[in-house]
């Protein structure tokens, strides 16, 4: 008896809980990276339409520095990435289509330090994601050294809340 | 104790004198009989002298006279006793029966008889010895007697509930081997012979269920365990999601089945490249057990 109702298709069981390769990977930081794109996208319209009703005769296309929209992004993609590594599900809107979800050494859901932190790892040096193709265990760089793992898990349900830390 | 009582009947009955006269008559008779018996013992050489003088021929003795006279006499009293035989063997018989018929015997035999001390004399194991019971049951006729039974009205008044009720009915059952009665029964036998459809036949079956506490069982069962192992078995999402035919999830489900296969890919072609011998240790700690996924063998 299993004791729940599986909703997960049954050709997709076996691989739950393992940790994913670098293609599903690539294709949910790739999912990603388009939402924050056109989120920047969508700022940079909010912002020229708010200076052609704000200033509506002397108007001109805001021209931006591609330094001020790369760390503009990087930011923004960071906050997206650790906002959602934390939050309920654990997952990016990249990781739920692909079906998967970041969690700790516990197999819990990231606290928000750790989420942000390997948010950061992960827009400052995304190659180190290219170190799965030769783990062992399917890490990437920012795993290793965070001790985070990438599974598939195809539940939509919520993980745990992660261990709050004793205070002494 | 006869003599007892016929002293008691003979005090009751004679006066006391003529017993009185009895005795001095027997004890006179008895006084004559001794002198007799002195002078005939005194008189016997005398009368032996008579009998047989020495002076006359032994033929012509007396005595010779007397022994003539005594065979007469012999002869005589022959003579007499079988004519008193002859007179007796007449006169007896009508006489005792006369004088049997006059007496109660039973009643004479009952009051003057100890039957009790007669019987414990006879030695009634002896008598049972000396008899053939072979024989004496041989001799009779068994059949006959069986043909004037008359079983029915012996039957009809024996009380069966009386014998019943005396029957330990527990102790013949605990003298019943069980086991062994039911080890020789032929069950595949008797089942054979069953009419299992004439039995279902006859089973009222709306009444047996109207008598079952449906409820009561349904209480029992696990139906939410019952209810996820039949989801599980029919795969319910499968068929939610062909039913629903949901596009959107048809697609992200091929997509992330196939990025999967394409991980796998690609881990297997840089596994065989770098030569990796031993397989991928994918499954995350914390999760729960999830079976391996399948892995080709490495080189």
Redesign the interface.
């Known amino acids: ?24 990977r690539t ?1 949910a930081a790739a999912i990603d990276v388009a939402i924050v794109t056109v989120a920047l996208g969508v700022c940079y319209l909010g912002i020229w339409l708010f200076l052609l009703l704000y200033r509506p005769r002397n108007f001109s296309a805001p021209t931006l520095s591609p330094w001020l929209v790369s760390i503009a992004g990087c930011l923004l993609l960071t906050l997206y990435l650790a906002v959602n590594w934390m939050g309920g599900g654990g997952r990016t809107y990249g990781n739920h ?3 998967l979800r970041v ?6 859901r990231l606290g928000p330090f750790l989420a942000l932190v390997r948010a950061a790892f992960c827009v400052i040096f995304p190659i180190g994601l290219l170190w799965v ?2 783990s ?3 890490r990437s760089l920012q795993d290793l050294v965070l001790r985070t ?1 990438v ?4 539940d939509v349900r919520p993980l745990q809340e992660p261990p709050k830390p004793i205070r002494q | 104790m006869t003599e007892h009582h016929r002293g008691t009947s003979s005090a009751r009955t004679v006066p006391a004198a003529v017993d009185a006269v009895l005795g001095a008559a027997a004890m006179a008779t008895s006084t004559a009989v001794s002198l007799t018996r002195l002078f005939a013992r005194a008189a016997a050489p005398v009368g032996r002298l008579i009998m047989h003088p020495p002076i006359l021929n032994e033929r012509l003795h007396p005595a010779r006279v007397v022994e003539a006279f005594a065979d007469r006499g012999h002869v005589a009293r022959a003579s007499a006793s079988d004519d008193l035989n002859r007179i007796i063997a007449a006169v007896v018989p009508p006489v005792v029966d006369e004088v049997l018929d006059s007496l109660d015997l039973t009643s004479l035999v009952r009051e003057r008889v100890d039957i009790d001390a007669l019987v414990s004399t006879v030695d009634v194991a002896a008598i049972i010895d000396r008899l053939d019971i072979d024989e004496i049951v041989s001799k009779v006729d068994i059949d006959g007697i069986l043909r004037q039974v008359d079983v029915d009205a012996i039957v009809a008044k024996v009380d069966i509930d009386a014998i019943v009720r005396q029957v330990d009915i527990d102790a013949i059952a605990r003298q019943i081997d069980i086991d062994a009665i039911v080890s020789q029964v032929d069950i595949d036998a008797i089942a054979k012979r069953i009419d299992v459809d004439a039995i279902a036949d006859r089973i009222e079956i709306d009444a047996i269920v109207s008598r079952v506490d449906v409820d009561a069982i349904v209480r029992r069962l696990d139906l939410v365990g019952i209810a996820e192992e039949v989801v599980n078995g029919i795969d319910l999402p499968e068929i939610i999601r062909q039913s629903t035919g949901s596009m959107a999830s048809d697609v992200v489900r091929d997509v992330r089945m196939e990025s999967i296969e394409a991980d796998m890919a690609i881990e297997r072609l840089i596994d065989r490249v770098i030569r990796r011998r031993r397989a991928r240790h994918t499954d995350a700690p914390g999760e729960p057990a999830q079976p391996e996924p399948p892995q080709e063998p490495q080189p």
């Open positions: 008896m299993s004791g729940h109702i599986d909703p997960i298709p049954r050709e997709a069981r076996p691989f739950q809980g393992h940790r994913a390769g670098l293609v599903t294709l289509v692909m079906g969690v700790n050494r516990e197999g819990r193709l030769f062992g265990q399917n793992s599974i598939y898990d195809w």
